[in-house]
């Protein structure tokens, strides 16, 4: 008999076709939003589950679904996973890094130029029909190329960012991490490592691309807000929750800060409406990964993932490996 998997959420149909060649499938295709309680009732006799970066996995459901073996994230970031929680239960997580981290750097770079350069705020303007001359300050923004780009979380993300300023746009670039890269990255990135408080005080334009986590909670707050250049820009492309949107909100208000660009928010799909109420914000729906070559690249390496540990015993990107030996 074929192991018993769920896929939470939809997804390709070649995705579903593959992983049915392997395993008996219960699939959400309609995208009904399940809460944890009905999570649980559908992962009852799973031994795998396909998961998006929506679906909490904590020690609640592992303690309510005893034959889980392996979670799949759809995902690189991984925040929905209490990783801990599936160590001790000797439940395997994975991610879905590398296959999006070219098109999430242009995404982010994408942003960047919408928020400094005021696109979809002059957008706006002209679709409700208040165009009516030219003006020589009209919709005047930040200059991108020749500036500072700041990037606080150097991943893999964070350098494809890097590149795209240093060699694209001639930007000088800096960034903090919580590790310095090795000097051969720092020189192909065009990247060089400062202090957080040197990163926010210096940078014209800040690109947030770090992991969520209780250490990176509010990594931007009041505090941090205020020591950057009333004339920069903010771009986070990471996790909600890294940023403190009321603090943002205040000093985006306020013009303690020119603009920021958001693909994510605190609560999602939830947005502050203190946010949606200012004109210098870009918002998107957290689509920064989100073309269809690389999303199908992220599914099918979830998938890879499931049929490789279930039925190879080998998965491709484990973020534990450690319940691997047990
Ligand atoms: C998207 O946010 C991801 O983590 O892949």
Redesign the pocket.
Known sequence: MKPSLLVARAVFPEVLEKLTMHFELTSNQDDTLWSSVELIRQLQDKVGVFTT?SERIDAAVLSACPDLKICANM???FNNFDVVAMTAAGVLATN?PDV?TETTADFGFGLLLATARRITESEHFLRAGRWHRWRYDMFAGAEVHGSTLGILGMGRIGQGIARRGAHGFGMQVIYHNRARLDEATEVACGAHYVSKEELLKRCDHLVLVLPYSAESHHAIGAAELAQMKPTATLVNIARGGIVDDVALAAALRQGRLAAAGLDVFEGEPTVHPDLVALSNVVLTP?I??ATIPTRRAMANLAADNLIGFLIHGQPLTPLNPQVLGR
């Open positions: 970066g995902a690189v970031g879905a999006l957290h920064a990964s």
